[in-house]
C-alpha cells in the first residue's frame, strides 16, 4: 500500500508564501504522476496542480497559475508545491495524491483518476 505523507501547511498572512511537500513510500516512485488537490469547507475537491512522472510537463489551475510552482525530486519520492502571494481564498486542506501511468503524457485532472491519497495539510490565508 502506498502512502503519502503531506507537510508544509500552516496559517499565513495574504500575499505570503508556503511549500507543501508529498512524500511517497512507493520505491518506484518514477513511475507515478502526481497531483495536489484541495478542499475548502463546504465545498468539492478541486483540481491546483500536477507534475509529470518525470517532471517534464506541469499543470496548473487558472485560479494559481503564476503564483504556485510544482516541481518533484524522483531520489527523495517527493513533489513540491511552492505557493507565493496567497490569497484568502487559497484557504483550504490540500491533498496530494499519485496515479500509475505508463508515459509522461498520461495526465489527468480529475481527483476520480488517483489511486493514493494523502492525509492532507491545511493552509490558511489570513486577510
Known amino acids: 500500500q502506498v502512502q503519502l505523507v503531506e507537510s508544509g501547511g500552516g496559517l499565513v498572512q495574504a500575499g505570503g508564501s508556503l511549500r507543501l511537500s508529498c512524500t511517497s513510500s512507493?520505491?518506484?516512485?518514477?513511475?507515478?504522476?502526481t497531483g495536489w488537490f484541495r478542499q475548502a469547507p463546504g465545498q468539492e475537491r478541486e483540481f491546483v496542480s500536477l507534475?509529470?512522472?518525470?517532471?517534464?510537463?506541469?499543470y496548473y489551475a487558472d485560479s494559481v497559475k503564476g503564483r504556485f510552482t510544482i516541481s518533484r525530486d524522483n531520489h527523495k519520492n517527493t513533489v513540491y508545491l511552492q505557493m507565493n502571494s496567497l490569497k484568502p481564498e487559497d484557504t483550504a486542506v490540500y491533498y496530494c495524491a499519485e496515479r500509475i501511468v505508463d508515459s509522461d503524457y498520461n495526465v489527468a485532472k480529475s481527483p476520480d483518476e488517483y489511486d493514493y491519497w494523502g492525509q492532507g495539510t491545511q493552509v490558511t490565508v489570513s486577510s
Open positions: 507534475i509529470s512522472r518525470s517532471g517534464i510537463s506541469t
Open positions: 512507493e520505491p518506484t516512485f518514477s513511475r507515478y504522476a
